[in-house]
Each structure stands twice: as structure tokens, then as C-alpha cells.
Nanobody
Framework: QLKLVESGGGLVQPGGSLRLSCLAS????????IGWFRQAPGKEREDISC???????TYADAVQGRFTISRDAAETSVYLQMNSLKPEDTAIYYC??????????????WGQGTQVTVSS
């Protein structure tokens, strides 16, 4: 099974930036849709962004214009560049080989995630 590992989270001030990485082990990602998701305390996991094998990209309204998803040329990593961060972006961020949080839950795709905290 494709295993993905998230990294790059941390503490950042409002207005700051972070780049999250989603690294695949033993697989290249070019045939997969890779989604980024987040879960804030007391809230349900939500879709953030997804990049499909076709290259089609989608973003949630909450992050549109601030976050950018991309793949590396070697097709082993997918990145989430997060700019103009807000306190409401604070959450654990996850990646999964699907654009749907429901599918990721159904197939047990969730990893450890990476914590992003936006605070002054």
C-alpha cells in the first residue's frame, strides 16, 4: 500500500508562510491523485487541496489564493505552499492518495500528519 509521510509543519505568526511536504516511499506519485486535508481541534477533517494525475488542481474556498499545491519533478513528493497564514489555519495537516477525506478514512490512508500552528 502506498505510504505517505507529511512534514514541514511548525509554529508561524499570522501572515507567515510554511511549505508542507508529502513524501511517498517506494512509489512515484504520477499515477495518483494526492490530496491535502486538515483537522482543527473539535472540528471534522476537511479537504484543502488536491492534485490529480491529470494535473488538475482544486482548492477549498478557505485557502484559495493563499495555498499552492505542486508535485516535484521526480514525482515522489507533493508540496503545499501556504502563504498569508491565519490563526484559523491552525490544524493537523494530512496528505493521502485520494481527493476525498471519506475515501481516505474508508481505506485507512491517514498518517501521523504534521501540526501547523498560526499564532502571535
Amino acid at each position: 500500500q502506498l505510504k505517505l509521510v507529511e512534514s514541514g509543519g511548525g509554529l508561524v505568526q499570522p501572515g507567515g508562510s510554511l511549505r508542507l511536504s508529502c513524501l511517498a516511499s517506494k512509489f512515484t506519485l504520477d499515477y495518483y491523485a494526492i490530496g491535502w486535508f486538515r483537522q482543527a481541534p473539535g472540528k471534522e477533517r476537511e479537504d484543502i487541496s488536491c492534485i490529480r494525475a491529470s494535473g488538475n488542481i482544486t482548492y477549498a474556498d478557505a485557502v484559495q489564493g493563499r495555498f499552492t499545491i505542486s508535485r516535484d519533478a521526480a514525482e515522489t513528493s507533493v508540496y503545499l505552499q501556504m502563504n498569508s497564514l491565519k490563526p484559523e489555519d491552525t490544524a493537523i495537516y494530512y496528505c493521502a492518495p485520494t481527493c476525498s477525506a471519506h475515501v481516505a478514512t474508508m481505506y485507512g490512508y491517514w498518517g501521523q500528519g504534521t501540526q501547523v500552528t498560526v499564532s502571535s
